[in-house]
C-alpha cells in the first residue's frame, strides 16, 4: 500500500512557474513508476508526466519543454516543475504510483492516487 500526498499547488500568473511535490509512504517507493496527470471541470483525468523507477521521462506534448518530472527516492518524493504556465494548464494535479512495467498514459493503469492540489493559471 503506497499513501502519496500533494502540494505546491496555488494561484499563478500565466508565465509563471509552480513546484508541485508528491510524498509517498512506505519504503517501497523506489520499485515504482510515478506519474502526474491533471482534471479540468468537465474534462476526462489526462496523462502529463511520468518517470520511471530508473528515471527515464515522458511528458505529454502540450508540456514538453515546460515542466519537468523527477524523482527523490531518499525522500520518496517525486516533483512536478511548472514553467511557462498557461491558461490551459489550469486543473487540479494528482500523483499516481504504479507497476513501473504496466503504466502507460491512461490513468486507469496506476495503482495508487494522490488526493490532488489545484492548479489556477490566471491570463
Known amino acids: 500500500q503506497v499513501q502519496l500526498v500533494e502540494s505546491g499547488g496555488g494561484l499563478v500568473q500565466a508565465g509563471g512557474s509552480l513546484r508541485l511535490s508528491c510524498a509517498a509512504s512506505g519504503r517501497t517507493f523506489s520499485r515504482y513508476a510515478m506519474g502526474w496527470f491533471r482534471q479540468a471541470p468537465g474534462k476526462e483525468r489526462e496523462f502529463v508526466s511520468r518517470?520511471?523507477?530508473?528515471?527515464?521521462?515522458y511528458y505529454a506534448d502540450s508540456v514538453k519543454g515546460r515542466f519537468t518530472i523527477s524523482r527523490d527516492n531518499a525522500k520518496n518524493t517525486v516533483y512536478l516543475q511548472m514553467n511557462s504556465l498557461k491558461s490551459e494548464d489550469t486543473a487540479v494535479y494528482y500523483c499516481?504510483?504504479?507497476?513501473?512495467?504496466?503504466?502507460?498514459?491512461?490513468?486507469?493503469?496506476?495503482?495508487?492516487w494522490g488526493q490532488g492540489t489545484q492548479v489556477t493559471v490566471s491570463s
Open positions: 499516481a504510483a504504479g507497476d513501473d512495467a504496466i503504466v502507460t498514459i491512461d490513468f486507469r493503469s496506476y495503482l495508487y
Open positions: 518517470i520511471s523507477r530508473t528515471g527515464n521521462t
